[in-house]
């Protein structure tokens, strides 16, 4: 099982509809978890962060953690072409260690 | 990325040859880490440094590969001598600080022919 696994992509959704990206990682004991989004040709820029079971809003951008389930998922509502990027999920393990998931390719279709 | 300064950007070089990356986070943060990014892949922890000291190099191929922070700011990343398979992105990042989250920089992207 990998650490950090993401949705195999790429994922295309239609301009204005809710891209939905999961994660899952293998750490019962982590507590801290990140979305990234990186442009092609860029490095990663972070995006959300949560720490707590349930919701976190920031805009468009919806971060939901179960952490029984060892579930993580990024919510993008009302999808533009301009979020179309790669996607990585990022986890904290124990020991400290920010481990990344391979990514999701995210494409908005106008 | 504003808060990280990397150079250069972009390097090709031949195996076997040597190549220097060089990382300063313009605001001194504490703690600053190297990463390598395999095209496809997610970023991968090299070397993790607080101020001066490393923290964890488990991950470092430390027969080819080293690294340095001198007085807890600009930090160097050596490869000597490179190989086909270290083609990537190496990323550095500093850690917020009041917080676990991690800001890259823009990264050299390293082409080994």
């Not at chain 2, 440094?49 to 690294?67: E, H, T, W, Y």
Request: aromatic share 12%.
């Amino acid at each position: 099982q990998k650490e950090v696994e993401q949705n195999s992509g790429p994922l295309s959704v239609p301009e204005g509809a809710i891209a939905s990206l999961n994660c899952t990682y293998s750490d019962r004991g982590s507590q801290s978890f990140f979305w990234y989004r990186q442009y092609s040709g860029k490095s990663p820029e972070l995006i959300m962060s949560i720490y707590s079971n349930g919701d976190k809003e920031d805009g468009r951008f919806t971060a939901q953690l179960n952490k029984a389930s060892q579930y993580v998922s990024l919510l993008i509502r009302d999808s533009q072409p301009s979020d179309s990027a790669t996607y990585l999920c990022a986890v904290i393990f124990q020991g400290g260690k920010l481990i990344f998931g391979q990514g999701t390719e995210l494409s908005v279709k106008p | 990325e504003a808060g990280v300064a990397q150079s250069p950007r972009y390097k090709i070089i031949e195996k076997r040859q040597s190549v220097a990356f060089w990382c300063n986070p313009i605001s001194g943060h504490a703690t600053l880490y190297w990463y390598q990014q395999i095209l496809g892949q997610g970023p991968k922890l090299l070397i993790q440094f607080q101020n001066n000291g490393v923290v964890d190099d488990s991950q470092l191929p430390k027969d080819r590969f080293s690294a340095e922070r001198l007085k807890g700011v600009d930090s160097t990343l050596k490869i000597q001598p490179a190989k086909l398979e270290d083609s990537a992105v190496y990323l550095c990042a500093y850690q917020g600080r009041n917080s676990y989250e991690q800001y890259f920089g823009p990264g050299t992207r390293l082409t080994v022919t």
